[in-house]
């Protein structure tokens, strides 16, 4: 749902972070910049820095999901009298 009026502070923040994967036209117009995009990346900036996270680019806004790694160890009793 695009704003009708361009978002502010933490609510650009969360409307930039839910679209960031589609790209900086999508999440500017979503976002109620419409084509601004140099309007939009100074209100962005300046939210971030408003609550002291730095961005340089829309896709540090992404999360990145951590990386399960796993080791095949299992721990069990040797037998089922032995626990």
């Known amino acids: 749902m695009t704003a009708s009026q ?12 839910a679209n960031a994967k589609q790209g900086i036209e999508t999440t500017a117009r ?3 910049y419409g084509e601004d ?3 939009f990346r100074n209100a962005l900036t300046e939210a971030c820095d408003g609550i ?10 992404i999360p ?4 399960i790694r796993q080791t ?3 721990i069990a009793p040797e037998s089922e009298s032995n626990l």
């Open 64 to 67: 990145k999901t951590p990386q």
């Open 37 to 39: 995009l140099e309007s």
């Open 30 to 32: 979503l976002c109620g």
């Open 6 to 17: 361009p978002l502010t502070g933490n609510a650009l923040i969360d409307c930039a972070r």
């Open 52 to 61: 002291g996270v730095q961005i340089d680019e829309l896709k540090d806004l």
């Open 72 to 74: 095949g160890l299992e």
